[in-house]
């Protein structure tokens, strides 16, 4: 979920970083500054080449290999991460940050058991070390002993960078809960949140005041998909509520021949950024009715490219899973109204209650309260049945629960709505290899299946939930029709 939107790099910028290389040639952060800018114009095998090089003038040293590993993971290209990780712990096993990125990475393929012991390898360094605790905490495996829990404990109460500490009162509420403490588990949740809401505010005004301006496009803007000249772009775009199954409807498509999972984009609101979406709603609404169709093209191709970056295939199709992207169906319906858009729902308060259990990262612009989500929500189901009323059968509606009951039957609709052909790789999803990097990744790995709802359990602490969803008209569990 996009909350900050870089702009294009400037050329100026590159020649300064590289100015300041020249003057300062083993300042490991003048290197890391410059890969990150290349990564950022799309240049990553540009950025890698680079770092090789200094790897190779600076041998003995870690930083060349550890800015590497991040342009690695960064790009989504984990199985060639993994060998640098391997360097890089042997040549430092003392440092917690190498083995905590080396579980991640192990995480996001799936290996279980390598990205415990290396998760554990960094708390028993540095027991405060909240990154790793959580990736503990999101790995099926054998619970948490009391060694542990004392352990994290005392972690939390230690830590002096609050991320860390955000990240450790997440994991000890999943311990908790996984104990039947659920009084304890849900103040774990509850401190996770408030500390996260002193870091990053949340704004409900600016949510709402978005949804208001596209309210205010006029139905005419949705009656038809305007003609765009560009070649089709292959491009779905799964979007809703984070927590939603979202993952796993992208891990379904994943599976299938012509699709390449692309999964968390930033690239839409890159674009949507240039043409003032979260600075002026009102006038981005009256933007995109203004729109020339060159104009249109050339947000489009801004669009492919941005997500060209990441491509490994060469298949026709792609995913784009920012859950957040409800936000801009209305950019999506005009700059490419050949993509498809695949709107997941899950039950609300279990899909609310999840996400605020759940740790995104640092940067992500969502309610850190419970009565926030609620009316979150309610905004994104407002904006989300304005479309389906104006453009019908634009958005096709996914219903979680009706997909775990029936898994054939509604990916076999899926399927049909993407004019995909069956493809029985489809039905198992677990079995596909490819790293995952959202917080469903372990829960994706395994056959599609009924899940526990956690909700129930936290009922008597969930009534701001409960009332804020049912503010005006009751929220519904589900995508009521298929599109």
């Not at 139905?219 to 779905?236: C, D, L, R, Y």
């Not at 054939?408 to 993407?418: D, K, M, R, S, T």
């Not at 956690?454 to 409960?466: G, K, N, T």
């Amino acid at each position: 979920m996009p909350t900050t939107h870089p702009h294009a790099p400037s050329p100026d910028s590159e020649q300064a970083l590289r100015r300041a290389i020249a003057h300062h040639p083993g300042d490991a952060r003048a290197h890391a500054a410059l890969t990150s800018f290349l990564c950022d114009a799309g240049r990553v095998d540009e950025a890698l080449a680079h770092i090789a090089l200094e790897a190779g003038r600076h041998p003995a040293n870690l930083w060349p290999l550890s800015i590497k590993a991040g342009i690695l993971s960064s790009a989504r290209r984990a199985a060639e991460a993994l060998e640098v990780h391997r360097l890089l712990v042997a040549m430092a096993p003392d440092v917690p940050l190498l083995w905590a990125n080396f579980g991640g990475d192990l995480a996001a393929v799936g290996d279980v058991d390598e990205a415990a012991f290396a998760f554990r390898a960094a708390v028993e360094r540095a027991p405060d070390y909240g990154t790793a605790w959580l990736g503990l905490a999101n790995l099926p495996g054998p619970p948490f002993d009391d060694a542990d829990l004392a352990a994290m404990e005392k972690g939390a109460a230690l830590s002096r960078d609050p991320y860390q500490q955000i990240q450790l009162l997440f994991a000890l509420g999943r311990v908790y809960g996984a104990r039947g403490a659920f009084d304890r588990s849900f103040a774990k949740f509850r401190e996770a949140n408030m500390l996260r809401e002193t870091l990053l505010p949340y704004k409900p005004a600016e949510i709402a005041a978005l949804v208001d301006a596209h309210m205010m496009l006029p139905a005419s803007f949705f009656a038809t998909a305007p003609h765009i000249a560009a070649p089709a772009s292959g491009a779905i775009f799964i979007v809703g509520m984070p927590r939603s199954g979202s993952t796993l409807v992208e891990q379904i498509l994943a599976s299938h021949p012509e699709v390449e999972a692309m999964g968390e984009l930033f690239a839409l609101g890159e674009v949507a950024a240039s043409i003032g979406a979260f600075d002026a709603p009102g006038a981005f609404a009256e933007r995109l009715q203004r729109l020339t169709q060159a104009e249109a093209d050339q947000l489009s191709a801004r669009y492919l490219a941005s997500v060209g970056r990441y491509r490994r295939t060469d298949r026709p199709h792609f995913t784009d899973k920012m859950p957040a992207n409800w936000r801009l169906i209305a950019l999506i319906h005009r700059i490419l109204p050949d993509a498809a858009i695949v709107d997941v729902r899950r039950d609300p308060l279990a899909c609310c209650f999840s996400a605020y259990t759940t740790y995104f990262n640092r940067h992500t612009d969502f309610p850190n309260r419970l009565e926030d989500l609620g009316a979150y929500y309610r905004q994104y189901r407002r904006m989300m049945e304005r479309v389906r009323a104006l453009a019908p059968g634009r958005i096709y509606g996914l219903d979680h629960a009706r997909l775990v009951a029936g898994a054939e039957q509604e990916i076999l609709a899926l399927l049909g709505f993407l004019r995909l052909p069956f493809a029985s790789s489809c039905l198992s999803p677990e079995d596909n290899p490819r790293a995952v990097y959202t917080p469903s990744a372990q829960q994706v790995r395994r056959p599609i299946r009924r899940e526990t709802d956690r909700s129930q359990a936290y009922s008597p602490w969930l009534e701001p939930l409960r009332a804020a969803l049912d503010a005006g008209e009751p929220a519904k569990s589900s995508a009521s029709h298929r599109a």
